[in-house]
């Protein structure tokens, strides 16, 4: 990751609770290129191989994201997937998945990026508030869209 910059470098955490197990929540987040068909705001995945591929996102600011990620780590046993990330966004997102107290799952995401699309760069001081509620936005579309993929038929 290139040298961080406080205005254009972002941590993220959320926690989503799932009702379906660690397992079955894993099998369907790492496959990537299925995301789409749930994620509202992932616009299109394009493997370029095994272990990569690029992502467009758009949440509700009217600007996409195109990123290339690249399998860092992919442990079912422990519930960790991990990308690292370059293009609009440099850095890491990473999934911890463990069993959720009364079943289900709690899935933790875990973010750290540099914001690398250079206007986002020239407005991430006045509009850090406005990234960061985007992100959520963007986060909680994904939740729900996850859970509902997951509910028992």
Same mark, same amino acid.
């Given at each position: 990751m290139? $040298?961080?910059?406080a205005w254009?470098?972002?941590?993220f955490h959320?926690?989503?609770? %799932? $009702? =379906?197990?660690?397992?079955a929540?894993?099998?369907?987040?790492e496959?990537a290129?299925e995301?789409?068909?749930?994620w509202?705001q992932?616009?299109?995945v +394009?493997p370029?191989?095994?272990t990569?591929g690029?992502a467009?996102?758009r949440?509700?600011l009217?600007?996409? %994201?195109m990123?290339?990620?690249?399998?860092?780590r992919r442990?079912?046993? =422990?519930g960790?997937?991990?990308i690292g990330?370059?293009?609009?966004?440099?850095g890491?997102a990473r999934w911890t998945?463990?069993p959720a107290?009364?079943?289900? +799952?709690?899935?933790d995401y875990d973010?750290?990026?540099?914001v690398r699309?250079p %206007?986002?760069r020239?407005?991430?001081?006045p509009a850090?508030?406005?990234?960061?509620?985007?992100?959520?936005?963007?986060?909680r579309?994904?939740?729900?869209?996850?859970?509902?993929?997951?509910?028992?038929v």
């Amino acid at each position: 990751m290139p $040298p961080r910059h406080a205005w254009s470098h972002y941590r993220f955490h959320c926690v989503w609770n %799932l $009702p =379906a197990p660690p397992a079955a929540v894993f099998a369907v987040l790492e496959r990537a290129e299925e995301y789409p068909g749930w994620w509202p705001q992932v616009r299109s995945v +394009t493997p370029l191989d095994e272990t990569s591929g690029t992502a467009v996102f758009r949440s509700f600011l009217p600007y996409e %994201l195109m990123v290339t990620a690249r399998e860092r780590r992919r442990d079912p046993a =422990a519930g960790v997937l991990e990308i690292g990330m370059s293009g609009d966004l440099e850095g890491w997102a990473r999934w911890t998945l463990r069993p959720a107290p009364g079943g289900g +799952t709690r899935a933790d995401y875990d973010q750290e990026v540099e914001v690398r699309r250079p %206007l986002m760069r020239r407005l991430a001081l006045p509009a850090r508030p406005v990234f960061r509620a985007n992100h959520a936005w963007m986060m909680r579309g994904g939740r729900r869209g996850l859970a509902a993929l997951l509910q028992p038929v």
